[in-house]
């Protein structure tokens, strides 16, 4: 239990590591959903604080995607300092969550709203791996990474990626401004990365996905321009599993 002497709400910024493998997402559920971090992390606030705490993400990771940037803000009411906080959660929250960072803010900071740029990876992996089966897609299949990177100088710059998102995406448009994106090996590892003002509902993963059916010679680079073009779901390939895909860090113009 926090001391009593409890100031006034106060708004952290904490920057947040995750293995989504056994969460069905970020974003708080109906009851009997399943686990979230949101409601894990604000469930571990309760804990110690003994009121509740609002926690606000910069985006919402599906089920089975991971973090190792994920920002939030929360608005707590404690009279501990950002160390004891860091320290309380970590010692609160279990094993598949790790608090990296709680630094004080502003009124005026949004983790979501604020955010000027979001960063994700997904990883592929050349051959079967154990360690690394939660964070690693295996595709048994050679893949021709020149192609690949052929697909991404399609992607750079603002474009409407409608094609590449779920029917069921509930957003005002589907233009994202792509900053950078390209395939590098990594021993048996092939790793994506994609650096963007803004991610549509599966949009990595559908990118992923049709890419890797390029790399297979199933699709060419010029097919999967089309694809973006048409802004039709049905011209893209299949949407890659979430096990790949982390949000490695989320960019903004001040803390």
């Known amino acids: 239990m926090d001391d009593p002497a409890q100031e006034s709400s106060r708004r952290l910024k904490l920057i947040i590591e995750y293995d989504g493998t056994d969460f069905v997402g970020w974003q708080m559920q109906a009851a009997g959903a399943g686990r979230t971090v949101q ?3 604000q469930e571990a606030f309760q804990t110690f ?10 985006g919402r990771t599906d089920s089975g995607v991971h973090a190792r940037g994920q920002v939030a803000h929360a608005i707590v009411q404690t009279g501990l300092d950002c160390e004891k906080i860091l320290k309380a959660l970590n010692g609160i929250l279990p094993h598949d969550i790790a608090i990296l960072s709680v630094t004080e803010t502003d009124g005026s900071f949004h983790a979501r709203y604020s955010a000027i740029e979001r960063r994700y990876s997904y990883t592929i992996s ?5 360690i690394d089966r939660r964070v690693a897609w295996y595709v048994r299949y050679p893949l021709n990474v020149v192609s690949m990177n052929e697909c991404c100088k399609h992607i750079i710059g603002e474009h409407d990626f409608r094609a590449f998102t779920s029917s069921q995406a509930e957003v005002h448009h589907y233009r994202c401004t792509v900053t950078a994106a390209f395939w590098e090996q990594q021993g048996t590892k092939l790793i994506f990365r994609i650096h963007a003002n803004r991610f549509l509902h599966n949009m990595v993963r ?6 890797v059916e390029v790399g297979r010679g199933y699709y060419s680079p010029e097919e999967f321009s089309t694809a973006l073009t048409s802004g039709d779901r049905k011209y893209a390939g ?8 982390i949000l490695e860090e989320v960019l903004y113009s001040h803390a």
Request: glycine share 12%.
């Open 39 to 41: 409601q894990t992390i």
């Open 49 to 58: 604080t003994g009121s509740d705490a609002q926690v606000v993400g910069s």
């Open 126 to 130: 050349n051959v079967p791996c154990a």
């Open 206 to 211: 559908a990118l992923v996905g049709t890419m």
């Open 238 to 245: 299949p949407t890659a599993p979430p096990v790949g895909l």
